[in-house]
């Protein structure tokens, strides 16, 4: 995970532990930053290896194709009794061998050894010792070789003779329905099997080749909707019987991220005066006859709101200009699409997300204090006549969270600024994860951001700083096309360090060089130096005021901080913390605040979570600072 000042080395584990972790000797540094807090522990984190995949050799006399149409489980049933029969007793109907865990399923990995006492890693599972033989040979199912079928135990011939070719059609599955394979197509992860070996195996064996497959998700590249539907998410281990029993609409809820609640907009003056706002606790009655229009009008701008501009008629977009536009003349040489496009070009403008409408109003009417930033705003509440706590009041803050970000700008909090049109900032999770990158292999935990980790020997990784530009230079379209995850963050890397020990030769043709030293740390102000090799403008700085100025430009930040407890507590339950020992100092790392959502939440991808970008409150993301200070290198600006 992280070592240093954002160096990054990281070991993925188990979702994050409830005991207190095990504590490992950390060496002091110090960071070359003029921001950073210097003596923060290194720690070298090891990233857990899975179980090696189990392949069974076919015994002699089983054809390949065969073979392969034998579930795991069988195939080991078959591999530890490769000539004698086995015992087995008596038959039933609907017995069937309980499928044996597939080694790359499983969703939480053993950690790797490390200097430390850590626990023995998980045993493979084992084959239950072999049933008593049957007394009967029976003549092998279309499909299979005769000398192979002879192979094959008595017990396993009975489970696939008991379940025969012709099996009653499933009723049309229903959303609280669980749907049984089919036997008259062979579905994904099962080709190659012959149709006639494929309908001869009982469901449930049928279910646990299906069980082990996961469609092939590309580096950052959503699933279709097939895929979503009929498949669950690799990560979240959902047994094929309990995926079947839910509804299409719940399948692909659990691929796709959560999302915020819908934002309030507006309604028009009339709704307004008709009906309370949504949550106000207001009955009709008092709405209608206690209130005055004017207070049921502050009672819905009161609240924090989406102000849409509202489109005049077709025929009216046609005739003039958006206010501020062009003029008459311009505006009479464009054509009726120009015309359009100009209109919505101007809602997209002007549409803004009204995050305190109190703050926002005293703004307005005090522009004698020459109020900018919070800092502003306290020096002038301590001088105000009515207290300092009424006066912060008054302007719509809290005196005690404003103390916490003392230079973020006042117009920010009032008004949460929209980035440029065509910006290519995210806007939501889904957008964000797109460009999401992890410092280590996110194989084990069946997520794409990083597949391509090398090599797999390799027990630490100070990937987070390159990781997070190499973020930042996806969305500013600064990427060179055809690497894989783990190139691109050798690539920043190179950036950074304007050194190379290789290069990579995409598809195009062009030869990209590369460092690839994953052991390496870095200090917070060095992610500025890719300024050289880029010619992107890249400058290290500090506060809330630069941090939401370069998101609002449409430019995003690498931020430099420190993990610690409280940091890592706030992340959901979909993916998994790179394990990280912060028991008696944080640990210097860098994540990317890639955007805003329209409503102002931040979205934040840190290269230690598997679960793609999460969205952060400002004071969720103030615990990743030192002293609530934000120190980042804004790219592009």
Same mark, same amino acid.
């Given at each position: 995970?992280?070592?240093?000042?954002? $160096?990054?080395?990281?070991?993925?584990?188990?979702?994050?532990?409830?005991?207190?972790?095990?504590?490992?000797?950390?060496?002091?540094?110090?960071?070359?930053?003029?921001?950073?807090?210097?003596?923060?522990?290194?720690?070298?984190?090891?990233?857990?290896?899975?179980?090696?995949?189990?392949?069974?050799?076919?015994?002699?006399?089983?054809?390949?194709?065969?073979?392969?149409?034998?579930?795991?489980?069988?195939?080991?049933?078959?591999?530890?009794?490769?000539?004698?029969? %086995? /015992?087995?007793?008596?038959?039933?109907?609907?017995?069937?061998?309980?499928?044996?865990?597939?080694?790359?399923?499983? !969703?939480?990995?053993?950690?790797?050894?490390?200097?430390?006492?850590?626990?023995?890693?998980?045993?493979?599972?084992?084959?239950?010792?072999?049933?008593?033989?049957?007394?009967?040979?029976?003549?092998?199912?279309?499909?299979?070789?005769?000398?192979?079928?002879?192979?094959?135990?008595?017990?396993?011939?009975?489970?696939? +003779?008991?379940?025969?070719?012709?099996?009653?059609?499933?009723?049309?599955?229903?959303?609280?329905?669980?749907?049984?394979?089919?036997?008259?197509?062979?579905?994904?992860?099962?080709?190659?099997?012959?149709?006639?070996?494929?309908?001869?195996?009982?469901?449930?064996?049928?279910?646990?080749?299906?069980?082990?497959?996961?469609?092939?998700?590309?580096?950052?590249?959503?699933?279709?909707?097939?895929?979503?539907?009929?498949?669950?998410?690799?990560?979240?281990?959902?047994?094929?019987?309990?995926?079947?029993?839910?509804?299409?609409?719940?399948?692909? !809820?659990?691929?796709?991220?959560? *999302?915020?609640?819908?934002?309030?907009? +507006?309604?028009?003056?009339?709704?307004?005066? !008709?009906?309370?706002?949504?949550?106000?606790?207001?009955?009709?009655?008092?709405?209608?006859?206690?209130?005055?229009?004017?207070?049921?009008?502050?009672?819905?701008?009161?609240?924090?709101?989406?102000?849409?501009?509202?489109?005049?008629?077709?025929?009216?977009?046609?005739?003039?200009?958006?206010?501020?536009?062009?003029?008459?003349?311009?505006?009479?040489?464009?054509?009726?699409?120009?015309?359009?496009?100009?209109?919505?070009?101007?809602? /997209?403008?002007?549409?803004?997300?009204? /995050?305190?409408?109190?703050?926002?109003?005293? +703004?307005?009417?005090?522009?004698?204090?020459?109020?900018?930033?919070?800092?502003?705003?306290?020096?002038?509440?301590? *001088?105000?006549?009515?207290?300092?706590?009424?006066?912060?009041?008054?302007?719509?803050?809290?005196?005690?969270?404003?103390?916490?970000?003392?230079?973020?700008?006042?117009?920010?909090?009032?008004?949460?600024?929209?980035?440029?049109?065509?910006?290519?900032?995210?806007?939501?999770?889904?957008?964000?994860?797109?460009?999401?990158?992890?410092?280590?292999?996110?194989?084990?935990?069946?997520?794409?951001?990083?597949?391509?980790?090398?090599?797999?020997?390799?027990?630490?990784?100070?990937?987070?700083?390159?990781?997070?530009?190499?973020?930042?230079?996806?969305? %500013?379209?600064?990427?060179?096309?055809?690497?894989?995850?783990?190139?691109?963050?050798?690539?920043?890397?190179?950036?950074?360090?304007?050194?190379?020990?290789?290069?990579?030769?995409?598809?195009?043709?062009?030869?990209?060089?590369?460092?690839?030293?994953?052991?390496?740390?870095?200090?917070?102000?060095?992610? /500025?130096?890719?300024?050289?090799?880029?010619?992107?403008?890249?400058?290290?700085?500090?506060?809330?005021?630069?941090?939401?100025?370069?998101?609002?430009?449409?430019?995003?930040?690498?931020?430099?901080?420190?993990?610690?407890?409280?940091?890592?507590?706030?992340?959901?339950?979909?993916?998994?913390?790179?394990?990280?020992?912060?028991?008696?100092?944080?640990? $210097?790392?860098?994540?990317?605040?890639?955007?805003?959502?329209?409503?102002?939440?931040?979205?934040?991808?840190?290269?230690?979570?598997?679960? $793609?970008?999460?969205?952060?409150?400002?004071?969720?993301?103030? *615990?990743?600072?030192?002293?609530?200070?934000?120190?980042?290198?804004?790219?592009?600006?």
């Amino acid at each position: 995970m992280i070592i240093n000042d954002g $160096g990054g080395g990281t070991r993925p584990s188990v979702p994050r532990p409830t005991s207190t972790p095990t504590t490992r000797p950390a060496a002091n540094t110090s960071s070359s930053s003029s921001g950073s807090t210097g003596g923060r522990h290194v720690d070298r984190y090891d990233p857990p290896r899975p179980p090696p995949p189990v392949t069974v050799t076919p015994p002699a006399g089983i054809p390949s194709d065969a073979w392969h149409s034998i579930p795991p489980s069988v195939q080991q049933q078959i591999a530890t009794h490769p000539t004698a029969p %086995a /015992a087995t007793p008596t038959p039933h109907p609907t017995a069937a061998p309980t499928p044996t865990p597939h080694p790359t399923a499983t !969703a939480t990995p053993t950690p790797a050894p490390v200097p430390v006492a850590t626990p023995a890693p998980t045993p493979l599972p084992t084959t239950a010792a072999a049933p008593a033989p049957h007394p009967t040979t029976s003549a092998p199912p279309s499909g299979i070789p005769s000398d192979a079928w002879q192979s094959i135990p008595p017990s396993v011939q009975q489970q696939i +003779l008991t379940h025969p070719t012709t099996t009653t059609p499933p009723t049309s599955p229903t959303p609280s329905t669980p749907t049984a394979p089919s036997t008259h197509s062979q579905p994904p992860g099962a080709s190659g099997i012959p149709i006639s070996v494929w309908n001869s195996l009982p469901p449930s064996q049928q279910a646990s080749i299906t069980q082990s497959y996961h469609p092939t998700v590309q580096l950052n590249t959503p699933p279709t909707q097939a895929q979503m539907i009929g498949h669950p998410p690799p990560d979240l281990q959902i047994p094929m019987g309990e995926w079947h029993s839910m509804t299409p609409e719940e399948r692909v !809820a659990l691929w796709t991220p959560p *999302k915020g609640p819908d934002i309030l907009t +507006l309604p028009s003056s009339s709704q307004q005066q !008709a009906h309370p706002p949504p949550g106000s606790g207001l009955s009709l009655y008092e709405w209608q006859h206690q209130m005055t229009p004017e207070d049921r009008s502050n009672a819905w701008t009161s609240l924090p709101h989406l102000e849409v501009p509202t489109l005049p008629s077709p025929a009216a977009q046609q005739a003039g200009a958006p206010p501020n536009s062009v003029n008459i003349h311009e505006w009479q040489e464009m054509t009726p699409q120009e015309r359009t496009q100009a209109w919505s070009s101007y809602v /997209a403008n002007n549409t803004q997300y009204v /995050a305190n409408p109190q703050l926002r109003d005293y +703004l307005a009417q005090h522009p004698e204090l020459h109020l900018t930033d919070v800092h502003s705003l306290i020096n002038a509440a301590a *001088k105000s006549p009515k207290g300092f706590e009424a006066a912060m009041r008054e302007a719509g803050l809290d005196p005690n969270a404003a103390l916490t970000y003392p230079s973020a700008n006042l117009a920010d909090l009032a008004v949460v600024r929209q980035p440029p049109v065509g910006s290519t900032l995210p806007t939501d999770i889904a957008q964000a994860n797109v460009y999401h990158l992890v410092q280590y292999n996110t194989a084990p935990f069946g997520t794409p951001y990083n597949t391509s980790f090398q090599p797999a020997t390799q027990h630490f990784s100070n990937n987070c700083g390159p990781a997070s530009l190499a973020m930042a230079l996806r969305i %500013a379209g600064q990427m060179p096309a055809g690497l894989n995850a783990e190139q691109q963050i050798d690539y920043a890397r190179y950036l950074i360090k304007d050194t190379s020990n290789g290069s990579v030769t995409t598809s195009p043709g062009t030869s990209v060089p590369i460092y690839d030293n994953d052991s390496q740390r870095l200090s917070y102000d060095r992610i /500025a130096n890719a300024e050289q090799q880029t010619g992107i403008p890249m400058t290290y700085t500090t506060g809330w005021a630069a941090l939401d100025d370069s998101l609002a430009n449409g430019h995003p930040v690498v931020a430099a901080g420190q993990i610690t407890q409280p940091w890592i507590d706030q992340f959901p339950d979909r993916g998994n913390y790179g394990s990280v020992d912060v028991t008696k100092d944080p640990v $210097g790392h860098f994540v990317a605040v890639v955007g805003k959502t329209t409503d102002g939440q931040y979205l934040v991808s840190d290269p230690m979570w598997t679960g $793609g970008a999460v969205t952060m409150s400002r004071e969720e993301l103030m *615990k990743f600072f030192a002293n609530n200070y934000p120190l980042m290198t804004t790219v592009g600006q």
